[in-house]
């Protein structure tokens, strides 16, 4: 059987409307990047939304013509017959604003000066996403959204598509997610920032202009976060004390096995991110919080939401970890919302979220079975 | 039909079902797959919500198209208000949670009224197995003693003294053996029984 979308292309979006953010900053006009799988129905009824982690984009399935390896980042989970399956549904996926795989942000060429936006591109909030996923919706005709689903940031944007358009959103799927970070989360962000705004090459954000990129910093960045996103065990299963060449060599070279893996990733991510996406990434994952304007008081918050909501979180998630997952039942349980959670077991840690696992899937697939009878 | 099935499987979801009107809000603990949550729901419009620990039942209630939040019954209901629901249920698994006591004090916190089924050990095959010197196993109870989940098993006598050391009022006593009620000497006759309770106020 055939579980691929198979050969797909991704779509770009233009928005001439000024956009408004948080801070007060204003985008004039600005693109998206996105990509669909599968058919809207007539209703218009069965439409998904993704939103994308940390650094993730529009690629969620499938692959691009003479490029059978980039796979989409959730290729698992979307896909005919799979848990969000394309035959009952029609997932979009997009780059979020402030992105760099395509949609509008800091790399991006301002047409006012003619030169990247680097630093001038405005702090961008995890509701001024969900603003312009909701200009993207108006486009492609979906009133409502059957589900809006995401992972660690990509589930606080679902939860907020339910605070700020309640009536847009039939079903949030929060997954590995919090209703804000503690401190120590931002604790993490600010060092991996730190890395980034002290890379001599950094320029203060207008790197661009100096044909530079803070590869430094954007690694260290990675190394860090990516520490965070595993388990201690899953480290130690994977690597343990592992020596790459056997013995001790007294040096500051790379020894252990861990080492040399955390290299290899930060440099792979430094390779291919924006050091400015990533800052404004982390800029937003720290902003959200629902509850901050009303006393730090997350039931009033939560009053506002109408959409049914599936909370899932992983036994090793440290970063999101279960306690934080269960905030975001108690405050639906107190205003008698429908609400399901699991609590999964797994090794993986923060990462479980984008991995295969029976029970995740079970639940997954259970629950969005159920949205496509509602959809029917 | 899904519904009288689910019935006639289990003789005290009727009694439950019979004490929980229309439209009242109910948590279930130890749900199971949820068939009862939705039973009420297709028959009573109840609202609400269960409480299960199991991986597999998690994803059955969600299946069934009921709420289900995956949570220790032993570790409490932290994630439940005073007076939140009309009803707590707790079928056929108060013998085998850890701390029952303290769970009995969570139900009448939680709830309005609290519902609880449970094998009643007091009924007299279960007396006459272990009279005959062996732990009793039948369909109420159809483990061996070694690999029971059931640590607290009671009879109804005891169950109504740890209702009164509570300072919980039973407001209703339903007692069944294959099917059919007991009127006479229940502790002895019945082989499960359903209680309806409330904190004294």
């Known amino acids: 059987m055939n579980t691929s979308v198979g050969i797909i292309s991704a779509q770009r979006a233009t928005f001439d409307t000024p956009l408004q953010f948080k801070s007060g900053a204003v985008l004039p006009r600005y693109e998206l990047m996105y990509e669909t799988y599968g058919t809207l129905n007539a209703g218009k009824s069965n439409a998904i939304l993704i939103c994308h982690a940390l650094s993730g984009h529009h690629h969620v399935a499938g692959c691009y013509a003479g490029d059978a390896k980039n796979v989409g980042w959730w290729d698992n989970m979307v896909g ?3 848990p969000i399956d394309t035959d009952k549904f029609f997932v979009v996926g997009l780059n979020n604003l402030g992105g760099c795989h395509g949609s509008t942000g800091p790399s991006s060429i301002d047409p006012e000066t003619g030169k990247p936006y680097g630093a001038s591109f405005p702090v961008i909030t995890v509701e001024d996403w969900v603003a312009s996923q909701a200009r993207l919706a108006d486009k492609l005709g979906i009133a409502q959204f059957a589900a809006v689903i995401g992972g660690s940031l990509g589930g606080m ?14 079903n949030v799927l929060a997954i590995a997610s919090a209703p804000h970070l503690t401190a120590q989360n931002i604790a993490f962000n600010d060092v991996a920032r730190s890395a980034i705004l002290t890379d001599p090459d950094f320029y203060n954000g207008d790197f661009y202009l100096h044909g530079v990129v803070p590869t430094r910093g954007l690694r260290l960045a990675r ?20 020596l790459r060449h056997g013995k001790l060599n007294f ?14 990733q930060g440099d792979k991510f430094a390779a291919y991110f924006d050091a400015n996406t990533y800052l404004l990434m982390t800029k937003a994952l720290d902003y959200f919080d629902p509850a901050r304007d009303l006393d730090g008081n997350l039931n009033r918050a939560f009053a506002a939401a109408k959409a049914k909501f599936l909370v899932v ?5 440290w970063r999101f970890s279960p306690g934080r997952s269960r905030e975001i039942v108690h405050a639906l349980l107190h205003n008698k919302r429908d609400v399901s959670y699991a609590e999964i077991s797994s090794q993986h840690g923060h990462d479980s979220f984008l991995m295969e696992d029976e029970q995740y899937f079970a639940v997954m697939r259970n629950y969005l079975n159920r949205i496509a009878e509602e959809c029917a | 039909m899904m519904n009288t099935s689910i019935i006639q499987s289990r003789p005290d979801f009727a009694a439950i079902a ?7 809000s109910v948590l279930d603990l130890g749900c199971g797959d949820g068939s009862l949550l939705r039973y009420l729901r297709e028959t009573r419009e109840v609202r609400g919500y269960g409480v299960e620990i199991s991986d597999q039942n998690i994803a059955a209630c969600i299946a069934n198209n009921v709420n289900v939040i995956q949570n220790d019954l032993d570790s409490g209901l932290a994630d439940f208000e005073d007076a939140s629901f009309d009803y707590v249920i707790l ?7 850890r701390h029952t006591e303290a769970l009995m004090k969570e139900i009448v916190r939680v709830g309005r009224e609290g519902i609880v089924s449970f094998p009643n050990f007091g009924h007299w095959k279960n007396r006459l197995q272990v009279l005959l010197g062996n732990m009793p196993v039948s369909s109420e109870l159809p483990y061996q003693w070694y690999d029971t989940p059931n640590v607290h098993l009671c009879t109804l006598d ?16 339903h007692v069944m053996s294959e099917g059919h009620d007991i009127q006479v000497m229940p502790n002895l006759r019945g082989s499960t029984a359903v209680y309806r309770f409330r904190r004294d106020a």
Do not use: N
Request: hydrophobic residues 35%; glycine residues 6%.
């Open chain 1, 251 to 264: 040096s500051y070279d790379i020894e252990f096995q861990i080492e040399s893996y955390l290299r290899y």
């Open chain 2, 18 to 24: 019979a004490w929980i009107p229309q439209g009242s």
């Open chain 1, 80 to 82: 005919p017959g799979k």
């Open chain 2, 158 to 173: 005891d169950f109504e003294i740890l209702c009164a050391h509570l300072g919980i009022r039973i407001l209703g006593r």
């Open chain 1, 157 to 170: 944007q679902a939860m907020q598509w339910a605070l700020s358009y309640p009536e847009r959103v039939r």
């Open chain 1, 223 to 242: 190394m860090l976060g990516h520490i965070t996103y595993l388990s201690d065990d899953a480290m130690a299963d994977k690597f343990g004390r592992e």
């Open chain 2, 91 to 97: 079928s056929q698994t108060l013998q085998a949670t």
């Open chain 1, 313 to 317: 979180s992983f036994t090793t998630d």
